[in-house]
C-alpha cells in the first residue's frame, strides 16, 4: 500500500499505546549520525501528482549506468516478467510464517521446491528457508558446524571470503565465548594449503571457503576436503554469485558437508542493496540442528499429496537467548522469486545463462588485457570476476569511467592492502558485446 493516512489524534493513541512519547523514541536505536534530523524536502500541501513530479526530478538526480561491470556480490541478472506477475499474487506477497499448515499449502508447497531445488544445486540433503542474506547464512552454517563438532571452538576461514561476510562471522563470534575465528591465507588467489594445513588443528571445528571466492577465483575443494577430512573438521563451501552452480560441480559432490551464500542471482534486482536471499543445505545428518524453518511433503488421511512444516526452531521466537537461532522473520517471498526463476529457466537454461557469463568475463578480460593498461594478476580459474591491476592511477580510472555513465569494477584495496591498484571487474548475461568493446574503447583513451 502506498499511502496509509492518519490523523493527529490517531497517531497519539498509537504512541500511547507504545508508552512513548514521540515518533522519534522508535528510532532510538539508530545513530543520530545517521539520521535525518529534518523533515523530507518535499512541497507542502501538495497535490499527489505534484510531490510525484518532485520525487521524479530527485531520481533523475542519480547517475543512470548505461552499463555496469561491478559484481562484488550483488549481481545484475536479466529478470523474467512471468516473475513479478506471480510473486505479486496476493496469496504470496500477504503469505506469512506458514504455522497452520492446513491453510498454508501454497506457501509451503513453494517452500518444498525452493529448498529441493537447493539442494539440486548443491548436491546436499536438506535445506531451510528464511536466511536472510549470504553473511548471516555462513555465520548460521560455522554455528551449526561448532553445535555438532561438540568440544571442538575453531573455526578456520579462508581470506577469499567476501569481506563483510568475514565482517559479520567476526561479529558473530567476538560476541560467544569460547569461540574462535582463525583466517587462512591466500596463495595466487585462492586458499594457501600449505596454511590451511598448519592451521587444521584439533580443535577446528570446520573451514569456510569461497567458491567461487571474492576475487572471482575457483577454489579446488576437492583438494581442500582432501585436506579438512583428515583433519576431523567440516568443510563449508560459501557461494556468493549463486548463478555459477549452473556452471561449477555441486559443492556437495566435491567433499562439502554444507554449502551456504547468496541466491539474489535468482530472480530478484540488486534494488539498491536488498532484498538479498541466504540459502544453507547440508548433509541430513545434520538438518536437525538447522535454523530456520523446513518444510516437507507428506500425504493426508486420504492419500493426497500435502505439505508440513516438518521442522523449525520454535525456540527462537520464545528463548531467544537461548535459541539455535535468532530467525523469525519469513524470507519465503524472496525464495519465491528464486523458485519460479529456477523452475522458469530449468536445468539447460541455468547453464546456457551461466555459459553466457563465463564467456562474456573471458571476452571482457581478454578487451581489457588488450588495452594495455592492465595486467592480470592470478592464473587460477573464474567463472563471471577477475582481477586485473590497473597500470596506471585506478581512482582515476574509475572517475572517468563514472563520468561517462559506466560503473566500473570494484577497487580492492580497501580490502587487500597488496592488491591497491587492482579492480574486480564482472560480467553477466546483461552486458553486451558492444558494451564491453566501448569500456575496452574508453579505458584505451584514458590518460594512464
Not at 503469505?95 to 529448498?115: D, K
Not at 567476501?162 to 595466487?188: C, S
Not at 554449502?259 to 540488486?270: H, K, Q, V
Not at 561517462?404 to 570494484?410: E, F, N, Q, R, T
Request: charged share 20%; aromatic share 8%.
Amino acid at each position: 500500500m502506498r499511502y496509509l493516512p492518519s490523523a493527529p489524534v490517531e497517531d497519539r493513541a498509537l504512541l500511547d499505546a507504545i508508552g512513548v512519547k514521540s515518533a522519534d523514541e522508535l528510532l532510538c536505536g539508530i545513530p543520530g549520525s545517521l539520521r535525518l534530523g529534518a523533515p523530507l524536502n518535499l512541497p507542502p500541501k501538495s497535490s499527489e501528482l505534484d510531490v510525484l513530479r518532485c520525487l521524479e526530478a530527485m531520481a533523475g538526480r542519480n547517475t543512470r549506468f548505461s552499463s555496469r561491470f561491478l559484481g562484488a556480490g550483488a549481481y545484475a541478472h536479466f529478470i523474467p516478467s512471468a516473475i513479478d506477475a506471480l510473486a505479486s499474487r496476493q496469496e504470496w506477497f500477504t503469505a506469512y510464517t506458514p504455522y497452520q499448515p492446513e491453510i498454508s499449502q501454497g506457501t509451503l508447497q513453494h517452500i518444498f521446491e525452493y529448498q529441493t531445488l537447493i539442494c539440486d544445486l548443491t548436491g546436499l540433503d536438506v535445506s531451510n528457508a528464511s536466511m536472510y542474506d549470504g553473511g548471516s547464512a555462513c555465520v548460521e552454517a560455522a554455528l551449526l558446524a561448532v553445535r555438532v563438532q561438540k568440544k571442538k571452538n575453531t573455526i578456520l576461514v579462508s581470506k577469499g571470503l567476501h569481506p563483510h561476510y568475514l565482517e559479520v562471522l567476526r561479529t558473530n563470534v567476538a560476541a560467544r565465548e569460547g569461540l574462535n575465528l582463525l583466517e587462512v591465507e591466500l596463495k595466487d588467489g585462492v586458499t594457501d594449503l600449505d596454511d590451511l594445513k598448519a592451521k587444521l588443528t584439533p580443535n577446528a571445528a570446520c573451514v569456510l571457503a569461497g567458491y567461487p571466492n571474492f576475487l572471482g577465483c575457483i577454489e579446488d575443494m576437492t583438494a581442500i576436503s582432501g585436506l579438512v577430512k583428515p583433519a576431523g573438521a567440516l568443510l563449508i563451501s560459501v557461494t556468493q554469485e549463486s548463478m555459477a552452480f549452473g556452471w561449477l560441480e555441486a559443492p556437495g559432490k566435491l567433499g562439502a558437508d554444507m554449502a551456504c551464500g547468496e541466491a539474489m542471482s535468482f530472480g530478484n534486482s540488486t534494488s539498491f542493496g536488498g532484498p538479498f536471499l541466504g540459502f544453507l543445505a547440508v548433509k541430513d545428518g545434520f538438518k536437525r540442528e538447522m535454523p530456520g524453518r523446513i518444510a516437507g511433503q507428506t500425504q493426508d488421511l486420504n492419500g493426497k499429496r500435502g505439505f508440513v512444516l516438518t521442522l523449525a526452531s520454535r525456540e527462537q521466537h520464545i528463548r531467544r537467548d537461548k535459541a539455535t537461532s535468532n530467525i523469525c522473520s519469513n524470507q519465503a517471498l524472496v525464495a519465491l522469486r528464486a523458485n519460479i526463476f529456477l523452475q522458469l529457466a530449468g536445468p539447460e537454461g541455468l547453464k546456457g545463462l551461466a555459459e553466457q557469463n563465463a564467456a562474456k568475463a573471458q571476452y571482457l578480460r581478454s578487451k581489457l588485457l588488450e588495452t594495455g593498461k592492465f595486467e592480470a594478476v592470478f592464473s587460477a580459474p573464474y567463472f563471471n570476476e577477475f582481477v586485473l591491476r590497473y597500470k596506471g592511477d585506478a581512482d582515476a580510472l574509475r572517475e572517468t569511467c563514472l563520468n561517462k555513465g559506466v560503473l566500473p569494477g570494484l577497487l580492492l584495496g580497501r580490502y587487500y592492502e597488496q592488491l591497491r591498484g587492482c579492480l574486480l571487474w564482472c560480467a553477466t548475461e546483461l552486458n553486451t558485446k558492444q558494451e564491453i568493446d566501448e569500456l575496452a574503447a574508453l579505458v584505451a583513451g584514458v590518460k594512464a
